[in-house]
């Protein structure tokens, strides 16, 4: 069977296909780095205690998003050993 289709006629959205996928491995590799600067600032002792606004347990994590959509809450920490 041959189709009377155009092979070039997506070439645009190969293209911006090609495009959106760099930009989020570039911006994977920068969440990979501000995680290791994070986790070394940590390390050195960082209180990040005064932007935790809410500890729940994992099992109410439907309400931690609904605290974090409304604006709530700055930081919520799900606790996964607690019920």
Known sequence: ?????DPNADSGA???SASAIAAATSNDRE???TWYKTAALLREGLDVSPIITHRLP????EEAF????QGIAGKVVLL???G
């Open 14 to 16: 190969h293209a911006a």
């Open 58 to 61: 994992l099992s109410r994590f």
């Open 1 to 5: 069977m041959v189709s009377d289709a």
């Open 66 to 69: 609904d605290l974090l959509g």
């Open 31 to 33: 969440l990979w780095r």
């Open 80 to 82: 996964p050993q607690e």
